[in-house]
């Protein structure tokens, strides 16, 4: 299981706290609810695309001692099973439906400019299609403003918030993902299990 780093500030001073095993080690566990400190499980290793940054990121691991399954503290500018940062992407979706600008020049505004365009069209349709749930899960943060679509009301609400802030919110209850969760995943962000026996009438 997942749940959110509560670090705010750069890539490499995330790559500095992260090495402390104490530091934000959850006092209980998420999954089973046991009252107790879970223990230091090691790291696992993903990468990461930010602004002046494309390499590996070590995301903390523990393990709950009474059920024994691990939780991962994923910084919150990194998005889970996403390669570029919160801000990357967050840029790009800004430049190209709020301000109209161009594929090319949008992911030269994110500080992509080398990334195909496919990419660029991948997040504006998965956007696209999160943006009404978005909308209505942040109507709690932000009052929504008029806006011309639904598209609109929900950038407008997350620059208003702060993305990394809204990313946050709807990541904690699992309430909602920036860009869907993907298809393997359930909407609650748990993988889901089929059963391998034809059904039978």
């Known amino acids: 299981m997942q749940i959110l780093h509560p670090f705010d500030g750069s890539v490499d001073q995330y790559a500095a706290a992260v090495t402390d095993v104490d530091r934000y080690r959850p006092d209980h566990c998420p999954q089973c609810a046991a009252r107790r400190p879970l223990r230091g499980h090691g790291y696992y290793r993903r990468t990461l695309v930010d602004q002046g940054f494309d390499g590996i990121l070590r995301v903390r691991r523990y393990l709950c001692g009474l059920c024994k399954r691990t939780i991962s503290l994923l910084p919150a500018f990194a998005l889970p099973w996403w390669r570029f940062s919160v801000t990357v992407i967050a840029r790009f979706l800004v430049a190209r439906l709020l301000h109209g600008l161009t594929l090319l020049a949008a992911v030269c505004v994110a500080g992509q400019p080398t990334m195909p365009y496919q990419r660029g069209q991948v997040w504006l349709r998965r956007f696209r299609t999160q943006a009404p749930r978005l909308r209505l899960a942040l109507a709690s943060l932000v009052r929504p403003t008029p806006a011309a679509d639904v598209v609109t009301?929900?950038?407008t609400g997350l620059e208003a918030i702060g993305w990394i802030p809204a990313h946050r919110f709807l990541f904690g209850e699992l309430?909602?993902?920036?860009?869907?969760?993907p298809a393997s995943l359930a909407p609650q962000g748990r993988r889901v299990t089929v059963d391998p026996t034809p059904l039978v009438r």
């Open 175 to 181: 309430r909602a993902h920036l860009l869907g969760w």
């Open 153 to 155: 009301g929900a950038l």
